[in-house]
């Protein structure tokens, strides 16, 4: 079965800090998508990242950018001088190969405040 | 495009009333789920379908039942709720990208309290 763990439960930052938002997964496929999405006060989740298995490549997005680690079953998260309006619950999620289509695991969030 | 659409966005129900979460996508995904969220958890899947005709159950499908007729629409039916099924539903729908399902998109999700 797979499982995705996001140890932080929360985390509050100062504006203009660096945060790391930590993901663990587990599955036993070797083929897999990783995601991480937004879920800001309004409630509804804002899609930030896909991830395939095969490609462990580093990706930044203005201030985002996510480290993805086959060998230690990891993809985290980084904020880079955070703002207010970054203050949300973000989770990580992990989608099995097509045999398990429009299933995604979800861990259970991890809730930024980001003070001013 | 509306995307994914759900009504109601609010809904009160008493014990042992039954309703349905209507959702709706207009990009013709093949896939469709449900989720729920309560509070201070992440989202847990309920049923899918990866096209007319054909459901499945997901990690937790107890009390409620889905049909899916049409691409379009995927409703969820709770047959007779229970105050544990106090949550926020989330439709998502996605579409087969090769060997891997493409990104979900979620509804605005309903939120649903049962006395």
């Known amino acids: 079965a797979q499982k995705v763990t996001q140890a932080q439960t929360e985390i509050s930052v100062v504006e203009k800090e660096d945060v790391t938002l930590d993901c663990v997964y587990e599955?036993?496929?070797?083929?897999?998508?990783l995601f991480w999405y937004k879920q800001p006060p309004s409630g509804e989740l804002v899609f930030l990242i896909r991830r395939n298995s095969f490609d462990e490549q580093n990706e930044i997005s203005g201030r985002y950018s996510w480290n993805f680690q086959k060998s230690t079953s990891s993809f985290n998260f980084t904020i880079t001088a955070s703002q207010v309006v970054d203050s949300a619950v973000y989770f990580c999620?992990?989608?099995?190969?097509?045999?398990?289509?429009?299933?995604?695991?979800f861990g259970d969030g991890t809730t930024l405040t980001v003070k001013p | 495009n509306a995307g994914v659409t759900q009504t109601p966005k609010f809904q009160v129900l008493k014990t042992g009333q039954s309703m349905t979460l209507q959702c709706a996508q207009d990009?013709?995904?093949?896939?469709m789920s449900w989720y729920r969220q309560d509070p201070g958890m992440g989202l847990r899947l309920i049923h899918y379908?990866?096209?007319?005709?054909?459901?499945d159950q997901g990690e937790v499908p107890n009390g409620y039942n889905v049909s899916r007729s049409t691409t379009e629409d995927f409703p969820l039916r709770l047959l007779s709720a229970a105050p544990s099924q106090t949550s926020v539903y989330f439709c998502a729908s996605s579409e087969p990208a090769g060997d891997f399902t493409d990104t979900q998109y979620f509804g605005p999700g309903t939120r649903l309290t049962v006395l």
């Open positions: 999620a992990l989608s099995e190969v097509n045999t398990n289509a429009g299933k995604s695991t």
């Open positions: 599955t036993r496929d070797t083929t897999y998508y």
């Open positions: 990009m013709n995904h093949e896939y």
């Open positions: 379908s990866v096209g007319a005709g054909i459901t």
